[in-house]
């Protein structure tokens, strides 16, 4: 489709009108590609997107939904349909800052992730998972958001969306990660998650990679 018939179609679309939120539930840092999805089910989310879920080019944005939004919890989405090898390979300096996280963890993990998956979108999975996790690591090292974590006022957790069927034989999200811990077995067992039922935490409580 050329550019001037994308315009077009913006013009004419209807912008329906919705009432104004009154509260945020979430701040959802998400894989561009899966924004459609979270903005259906989650129209209480405050959105931030990029490529691969990269909390390095939006902590303004972040440190916002905390501050001033007053959101509850922070959500890193990733998903197995971004091939995040190719995102880091982008030949133009502007990824250097964008996937400055990413291409630490690519670098660090590669070799290891390599000798345990054969299957490449296994090994993408795995590598999201990691990726996920390092994110919620740099934002867990920032005074403002681990304190209020500290004092029980917000959570962070880190979600993938399976749109491979990896996890499972439909698309679904899968909760990898809360509040730094990413061992699926202890997060099942956390007293901040006891109000999901016991058959959802064994069900979408789950990851590829399980080594630590």
């Known amino acids: 489709m050329s550019p001037a018939k994308v315009i077009e179609k913006l013009l004419l679309r209807e912008c329906r009108v919705k009432e104004p939120l009154n509260r945020?539930?979430?701040?959802i840092i998400c894989a561009s590609s899966v924004v459609w999805r979270i903005s259906t089910l989650f129209p209480e989310g405050f959105i931030i997107s990029n490529?691969?879920?990269q909390v390095f080019?939006?902590?303004a944005s972040i440190y916002y939904a905390v501050k001033d939004l007053n959101v509850p919890l922070i959500a890193v989405v990733g998903t197995t349909a971004?091939?995040?090898e190719k995102l880091i390979s982008l030949p133009v300096q502007s990824a250097e800052i964008e996937f400055k996280l990413l291409r630490k963890t690519y670098e660090e993990n590669a070799e290891i992730l390599l000798s345990l998956y054969d299957n490449p979108?296994?090994?993408?999975?795995?590598?999201?998972?990691i990726n996920v996790d390092n994110q919620i690591e740099?934002?867990?090292s920032i005074p403002e958001i681990r304190e209020p974590i500290e004092q029980r006022k917000l959570a962070v957790c880190g979600l993938v969306l399976d749109e491979d069927n990896?996890?499972?034989d439909r698309p679904n999200f899968y909760l990898i990660n809360f509040n730094g811990?990413?061992?699926p077995d202890e997060i099942r067992n956390l007293p901040e998650l006891e109000e999901i039922p016991e058959s959802v935490r064994k069900q979408k409580i789950k990851r590829i990679h399980v080594q630590f």
């Open 181 to 183: 811990i990413s061992d």
């Open 51 to 53: 490529a691969a879920a």
């Open 138 to 140: 740099k934002l867990l």
């Open 121 to 129: 979108k296994l090994l993408n999975a795995a590598l999201m998972e």
């Open 24 to 27: 945020y539930e979430s701040c």
């Open 57 to 59: 080019p939006n902590l």
């Open 166 to 168: 990896l996890y499972g």
């Open 82 to 84: 971004v091939d995040l």
